[in-house]
């Protein structure tokens, strides 16, 4: 059974930074994509950005480009996410997501971390 864990959540000003961790743990394929995903109180979840392990190809939402960057380091199966110049409408439940592509129905979820964002 896949296992992630997000870390690196938590408070900031407007236009700080932070970096979420996903640890991804029994990964059940060799090449696999990890999508982050955010959840604000009274919203659908969205997609934020996605990398694949296979080639490091990477997909982010407009509203972070130039902001967010997502990397990854396969040896350690661990992703990134790098948020900068944060935003109050930043403020989510941020979740990492596995599953064998980026435009998959990701089967495999970790617990979230909270980002708050204040003005």
């Known amino acids: 059974q896949v296992q992630l864990v997000e870390s690196g959540g938590g408070s900031v000003e407007t236009g700080a930074s932070l970096t979420l961790t996903c640890t991804v743990s029994r990964p059940t394929f060799t090449n696999y994509a990890i999508g982050w995903f955010r959840q604000a109180p009274g919203k659908e979840r969205e997609g934020v950005s996605c990398?694949?392990?296979?080639?490091?190809?990477?997909w982010s939402t407009d509203s972070v480009k130039g902001r967010f960057n997502i990397s990854g380091d396969n040896a350690k199966n661990i992703v990134y996410l790098q948020m900068n110049n944060l935003k109050p409408e930043d403020t989510a439940v941020y979740f990492c997501a596995a599953d064998v592509n980026c435009v998959a129905t990701f089967r495999y979820w970790g617990q979230g971390t909270q980002v708050t964002v204040s003005s």
């Open positions: 990398i694949t392990t296979s080639d490091g190809m990477k």
